[in-house]
């Protein structure tokens, strides 16, 4: 026990580490940065939604570094085949096939747009996030731990786009939406990036302390009462059942599956040890709430016609 808490100090300030290095590169976005670092020790996946220039490439980057994880962007174009991103087997000049791994054998992969490629290419993609591995001809190739997925979407242009099927959705542990910079923050991003001098970040953790920390964030003790609370919350947004909040009846076709509770737990049991707490109460499962909830519930056409936004609704529940 006294060596699970010595890791949990440990881990805490590795997090204050690795948010001083990043904010040395990335003006503001602190939820952003939040919600990201939670998802790797979770060993999660994360959708992020926002409009070009908001610095999610560069704030990608700047985590891989900080964690000395190999990283690689693959833009999602509609011409896009599964084997750009898994690879495949190629002749060589021994009339030998043998296998060459593409772009998803890294540890950190932004996926840009990519609602923007056929679902064949979503699909192969989503493999890689669910089960760790790739398949190419026949074979499976197991990818390097950790491996961590951040997907992008653009929030205006829908033209010529796949929206991503339900099932899909729900592979992703969050969704984050990433808005407009402060004026403050704006000043300073103008003011950082437009001399002659760039900062970069340091590395704070390695591939086996990350390991080492998402197994620490799994030991995290969570009380059948807050089982319970995260159980009647996800409940709750499954419109026309007994358990139904009025804002989900009112206002979603569709609510939470079980893997929502499932993440919610994990998130906060991280959000807890990243602030320094050693067991989960309402408030960490609140803190993820949205995370987790935004992309897993459905609004109806009621709710669009009433701009009313999946957070209110989540907020709803949450009170």
Known sequence: MSNSIEQAKAFGQHIAQLKLEIGKVVVGQEE???????????HGHVLMVGVPGLAKTLLVKTLSETMELS???????????????????????????????GPIFSNIILAD???????KTQAALLEAMQERQVTAAGTRYDL???????ATQNPIEQEGTYPLPEAQLDRFMFQVILDYPLFVDEVNILKQTTGSVTQRAGAVLNAEQI????????????TDNVFEQVVKMVQQTRPNTETAHTMATKYLSYGAGPRAGQNLILAAKCHALMHGKYTVDREDVVAVSKWVLRHRI????????????????IEAICK
């Open 298 to 313: 459905v609004r109806n056409f009621r709710a669009e016609a009433e701009g009313v936004s999946a957070d209110q609704i």
């Open 32 to 42: 952003v940065v939040e919600a990201l670092i939670n998802a790797v020790f979770c």
């Open 211 to 222: 390991r080492n920390y998402q197994s620490l964030v799994r030991e995290v003790p969570v």
């Open 113 to 119: 747009e990519i609602n923007r490629t056929p679902p």
């Open 144 to 150: 390097g731990s950790p491996f961590f997925v951040l």
């Open 71 to 101: 990283f690689n962007r693959i833009q999602f174009t509609p011409d896009l085949m599964p084997s750009d991103i898994i690879g495949s087997e190629i002749l060589d000049d021994s009339r030998k096939f043998h296998f060459v791994k």
